[in-house]
């Protein structure tokens, strides 16, 4: 999936299997319409580099080996 960066959530953080996790939601848009999509860990920390090494314009993202599950709405991706 290649689709613009529309839009972030707040930063989280909570325990997950004992450890404190970090997760933001990023919305995802193309000609089709709009999708969620959850990131946990380090890749939250990798978008927050990506985005502050960003001058202009909205960011392309490209999803590959993503988990579908259902979250918070009827599905939302994550990976």
């Known amino acids: 999936v290649i689709d613009v960066m529309t839009g972030t959530s707040?930063?989280?953080?909570?325990v997950r299997d004992v450890k404190l996790?970090?997760?933001v939601i990023v919305?995802?848009?193309d000609h089709s319409g709009k999708f969620?999509?959850?990131l946990f860990g380090?890749?939250?920390?990798e978008l927050n580099k990506?985005?502050?090494k960003s001058s202009s314009g909205l960011p392309i993202v490209v999803v590959q080996f993503a988990k579908?599950?259902?979250?918070?709405e009827p599905v939302a991706h994550f990976f």
């Open 10 to 14: 707040a930063e989280r953080e909570y």
């Open 21 to 23: 996790t970090k997760m």
């Open 27 to 29: 919305e995802l848009t």
């Open 36 to 38: 969620e999509c959850a």
């Open 42 to 45: 380090d890749y939250v920390d």
């Open 50 to 52: 990506k985005i502050g």
């Open 68 to 72: 579908v599950k259902f979250f918070r």
